[in-house]
């Protein structure tokens, strides 16, 4: 008996929970980093196996070429290559990696904080200027992405509201509420991943469907590995081009994915961070979501008084479902 009081009391104390959230958490690193150990190490091992028999056979071959030439010209192309500058077909391709399609993606994986890291500016100026350039440019790309999910919830919530005319006396808002959830995700899946993979897959010349998705979900999680880049190889036809077009598909990209993310935060059993909130952030929320409702109230020239959203068959008939939590309602106040 003491003991489940004590899981309860546990259970019920946001800061424990979420210590018992951050131990999962690096668990949970933890747990992916072993795997990727077992899984990446085999592969690493073979290949380092591999290049030393390639390197042997080729002085073996080439006895007129030194260890430590050899080793001094595979530094540099390693070098070249760490910066965007492929050695290969001797060091020729159609467009150089600076041109101003690249430089436009470039720009584009610096402001959404993508970052592939495969080609970087070389000059201490570039480097310099990429400092400022992400000061500036990471604030205003939030502030886009943030506009452009407020006009897309518009309608986003228009079809939520479609859903509970239809659906409403048949289920709760919950239930509605996560099938709207569905139906945005399906979108983004099939629009801004699905479908784009199988373009890059035809477009990429050594990509299958597994890589360009692999690509598609990286970089529109902004995680940006730099192992897949579209466009990086040396004889793409109309490269610029192509690289403005996909900074265009990973803007929009993006922003769908914010959009879901909003759809998701705004159902309140899914919201997780509710749980870990603390009684006086609880407590300070409520007084300044009161202030701005005395205050909105002010500027209408009525009272405070607010309707909340009921979550029963009988709210939705009667349409009080105009937002996810709760919709304020003027009352005007009665003469005394």
Known sequence: MTSDRGFLWYATRPSC???????????????????????????ERNMVLRLRERRRRFLEHNRCVHDADLEEFIEEVVHAANRGVSAVKNVSQPEPNW???????FASTIVTTIGYG??????????????????????????LFSACVERLMIPTRHLLYWLYGKLGHLYKVLHIQVLHLAIILCIHVVFFMLIPAAIFAILEPGWNYLDAFYYCFISLSTIGLGDYIPGDSFDQPHRALYKVATTFYLLIGITMLLLVITVFYDIPELNLGYHFYLKSDEACRK????????LKSKELGTSNKYI???DDVQSIRSGQYHSY??????????EP
């Open 99 to 105: 041109s101003f399609g690249q430089a436009l993606f």
């Open 118 to 143: 495969r080609v970087t500016p070389l000059s201490d100026a570039g480097k310099a200027f990429s400092i400022f350039f992400a000061i500036l440019g990471i604030p205003l790309t939030l502030v």
């Open 287 to 294: 007084a300044e979501d009161s202030e701005k409702t005395k």
């Open 325 to 334: 939590q709760q919709d304020i309602t003027p009352v005007t106040e009665e």
């Open 308 to 310: 909340k959203q009921v």
């Open 17 to 43: 929970r979420l210590l018992t959230h951050f131990a999962f958490f690096i668990g949970y690193l933890s747990l992916g980093g072993i795997i990727f150990m077992l899984l990446e190490g085999a592969e």
